[in-house]
């Protein structure tokens, strides 16, 4: 089985002249119980991939407003088992990428962590902490099946590193838009727009924008650039506040966003 489902979801949006957006959400913050119910929001209200992100102690890769929410599902007991758990009570038309940490997926043990989200309905592994050399330690458990190990490309990475990340891409490149952590952020630095342009000319797989993209302009600026957008924090934020418009407003800028 080739690992195509994410990609696929990504390219059937471009396929239309459009960028395709993926929201990011924090499982379990503001409890388990309402984890599908916010899956399916996103779901109906346009989003091509859902990221679901796994509360950890240790998040390095996580700006303040993503730690708070996972602090506050931790304190609800929230664990990587319990959220496959849920997961696997239903199912969903688009593609689900699980964003957690290593120490979580070994502790799980790698065939139960794989098998298990196979039942869940996950199409995709982001594992900020995983370096690229030591990726065989989850791409041989995930050989044959439908579940890409996503990587992430940075800002600092040299053009031998990124040539040989997005060789071996699978689902899409998470290009990193920002030195740092995830948050919101006001601007970007000035050559960012030439090095996603650069990203995706060497790339097999569709390039994705994310890290600090907040606003519907910023959606709109990077998808004329890229092949679509990822948004964690001002989902986040709006999902806590109970602001549902402003998830939706940031969704339809990147359905309406058309790609040069």
Do not use: W
Not at 39 to 68: H, K, R, T
Not at 206 to 214: D, E, R
Not at 217 to 241: K, L, M, W, Y
């Amino acid at each position: 089985m080739s690992k195509y489902t994410l990609t696929a979801a990504i390219r059937k949006r471009n396929a239309e002249g459009l960028s395709a957006f993926i929201p990011y959400m924090m499982a379990g913050d503001g409890g388990l119980e309402v984890l599908h119910e916010r899956i399916s929001f996103l779901e109906e209200a346009g989003a091509d991939a859902i990221e679901i992100g796994i509360p950890f102690s240790d998040p390095v890769a996580d700006g303040e407003v993503i730690q708070e929410a996972g602090s506050r599902a931790l304190q609800r007991g929230v664990t990587l088992r319990k959220v496959m758990s849920t997961l696997q009570v239903q199912s969903h038309k688009i593609p689900l990428v699980i964003m957690t940490y290593l120490n979580p997926v070994l502790a799980y043990g790698l065939p139960k962590f794989v098998a298990d989200c196979e039942c869940a309905g996950v199409n995709g592994l982001i594992i900020p902490d995983l370096p690229h050399e030591e990726r065989g330690l989850l791409s041989d458990a995930l050989e044959a099946k439908d579940i890409a190990l996503v990587p992430l490309i940075s800002l600092t990475s040299s053009t031998e590193r990124i040539e040989k990340i997005a060789r071996a891409a699978e689902g899409f490149i998470y290009a990193v838009t920002v030195n740092g952590i995830t948050g919101v952020r006001s601007g970007f630095s000035s050559d960012l727009m030439n090095h996603l342009t650069d990203l995706k000319r060497i790339a097999n797989v569709p390039v994705l924008a994310g890290f600090g993209i907040s606003t519907p302009e910023q959606v709109r600026e990077f998808s004329s650039v890229t092949d679509g957008v990822i948004v964690g924090s001002a989902i986040v934020t709006a999902f806590h506040e109970g602001k549902l418009d402003k998830i939706q407003s940031l969704i339809k800028a990147g359905q309406t966003a058309v790609k040069h």
